[in-house]
């Protein structure tokens, strides 16, 4: 059974990175268009699937939250109020109690606190994509400063039940991911800050069997770790409708082929390894040789270089390698659960270290001159048994 390490400390901040100070040449650059305005507005009760998109990608557009964790943002996008305030509003005051964490939309906040001889001084202000009012949320303290618009401001409102919601659901989150990613080699090593930086950049998928989830040729979108189910890598290559001359066996050595090539040829339940899968390509059952003179035309197979199961990764060869394309194609073979790594934020987490953990210790798929010297003698041991059983019936 698999040890579920211990949840992320409580009252951790989940939008620590958005509450710091704006670089001094920062520019927002987003706009209340009227969609999101539409949905920004709409009570949390009624919003739909579509508007908790739109918010979640309107946010997105800010610096500032761009790496709050998926889960985090987009429960905010769907849970919490837009509200607008003119200038000179004060927000909440001296000796409150924090009810709520908020999210600049568009205009300024400012912080004041109130000096020895009641004069107020200001601490700080907060411009859009920045969050206030975190930290009083976490400590559970009345306020000893209060907030005030310093112009016409727009405002997300996040209640501090839902806030405390959103972080229970994130560390939970975190444990599960933490469980697979302990089971990785690459990440043994790591420190747990490290892994749970990991684990908030990872997003969640799912695939029913036998669906492609990456294409050989089509450009790389990141790297996958493996939750649950197993996930078949498969080869294109380019062959011949008849056994080249140059992989022709002597009848004697066919009687070695079948354990030569066996892993190959047959997965555990017995089925051939070149796999037909139709979302890919075409036709990729074995050929006979035609009576015909054989034509020169080579077709395209399919064949399977590997299996993965739970706590192995692919997608990651492309990028190590400085390659733009996938050199091999990833299907389910059963229901998978996987974790997604974008090739954005993958050098942000995966240092130089870890790569050459990952070259040393990845998936050896075989040579594409292995790879046909093995397809040409399955086909060659495939002919040679059929051959066997007509001259067996023939001489009865």
């Not at 927002?28 to 979640?56: C, G, H, K, M």
């Not at 990613?181 to 790591?190: C, G, M, Q, S």
């Amino acid at each position: 059974m698999l040890k579920t390490p211990s949840l992320a400390k409580p009252r951790a901040l989940l939008f620590g990175s958005a509450s710091s100070a704006l670089p001094a040449l920062y520019r927002p650059n987003n706009e209340l268009t009227p969609d999101v305005f539409v949905s920004l507005s709409t009570p949390p009760s009624q919003r739909l699937e579509t508007d908790v998109q739109i918010i979640y990608k309107f946010l997105m557009t800010f610096p500032t939250l761009s790496s709050i964790p998926y889960g985090i943002l987009r429960g905010v996008s769907k849970e919490c109020f837009f509200e607008e305030f003119g200038k000179d509003m004060v927000l909440y005051s001296f000796g409150e109690t924090p009810m709520n964490l908020y999210i600049v939309l568009k205009g300024k906040v400012c912080i004041r606190s109130k000096e020895g001889s009641g004069e107020l001084k200001d601490l700080q202000s907060f411009d859009e994509g920045q969050v206030f009012g975190e930290s009083s949320l976490n400590i559970e303290k009345s306020y000893n400063h209060e907030a005030i618009t310093l112009k016409t401001t727009s405002l997300f409102r996040i209640p501090r039940e839902i806030y405390f919601s959103l972080q229970e659901t994130h560390s939970l989150d975190v444990a599960q991911k933490m469980s697979v990613i302990d089971l990785v080699n690459i990440f043994k090593a790591w420190t747990r800050d490290e892994k749970i930086a990991l684990c908030d950049a990872l997003s969640y998928k799912t695939y029913i069997p036998n669906k492609v989830i990456m294409k050989q040729g089509d450009e790389t979108t990141g790297m996958y770790i493996i939750k649950s189910g197993k996930v078949k890598l498969m080869k294109e290559i380019e062959v011949l409708p008849y056994i080249p001359k140059m992989y022709k066996k002597k009848s004697i050595e066919l009687a070695g082929i079948k354990s030569e090539v066996g892993n190959f040829s047959q997965d555990e339940n017995g089925r051939s390894s070149f796999v037909q899968i139709k979302q890919l390509l075409p036709d990729y059952t074995t050929s006979e040789k035609p009576s015909k003179p054989p034509s020169k035309e080579k077709e395209k197979k399919i064949l399977q270089v590997g299996i993965l199961v739970a706590g192995e990764y692919f997608g990651e060869r492309s990028m190590i390698n400085g390659s733009t394309e996938l050199d091999v194609s990833a299907v389910s073979d059963t229901h998978c659960e996987l974790y997604f790594l974008t090739k954005f934020d993958f050098p942000k987490h995966i240092n130089v270290k870890t790569i050459n953990l990952m070259k040393k210790f990845g998936a050896n798929f075989p040579s594409n001159e292995e790879l046909y010297e093995q397809y040409y003698g399955i086909l060659q041991w495939e002919k040679y048994k059929k051959d066997l059983v007509k001259q067996i019936l023939k001489e009865k």
